[in-house]
């Protein structure tokens, strides 16, 4: 599985960003797609992870401020961040997996993108 994530920067306390993450395989379709996000100092830890029938699962720091989406394709999933905090700044990984999987890190995954949420 490839994946490819897109969408990171700097953005002010309250404020909006979106991640990409694209996942191609020559193998079998990819059907979790999700991201984690590793803070310094702290673990990995999940941030939101979609599967291609659309069952969704967030950690429980964004939940009510993040959104997770997918394409039509379902091979393109994007990260909905609002209401962004300073607490929110981590690198964030793309994550995938063939099997449906919502509570632990699917097989496989892409570069980190950083966000940082500063004034």
């Known amino acids: 599985v490839q994946l490819q994530a897109s969408g990171g920067g700097l953005v002010q306390p309250g404020g909006s960003l979106r991640l990409s993450c694209a996942a191609s395989?020559?193998?079998?379709?990819?059907?979790?797609i999700g991201w984690y996000r590793q803070a310094p100092g702290k673990q990995r830890e999940l941030v939101a992870a979609?599967?291609?029938?659309?069952?969704?699962n967030f950690g429980d720091s964004v939940k009510g401020r993040f959104d997770v989406s997918r394409d039509n394709a379902r091979t393109t999933a994007y990260l909905q961040m609002n209401r962004l905090k300073p607490e929110d700044t981590a690198v964030y990984y793309c994550?995938?997996?063939?099997?449906?999987?919502?509570?632990?890190?699917?097989?496989?995954w892409g570069q980190g993108t950083q966000v940082t949420v500063s004034s």
């Open positions: 994550n995938a997996d063939y099997d449906y999987i919502l509570d632990k890190p699917g097989e496989f």
């Open positions: 395989s020559d193998r079998f379709a990819v059907n979790t």
């Open positions: 979609i599967t291609s029938g659309g069952s969704t």
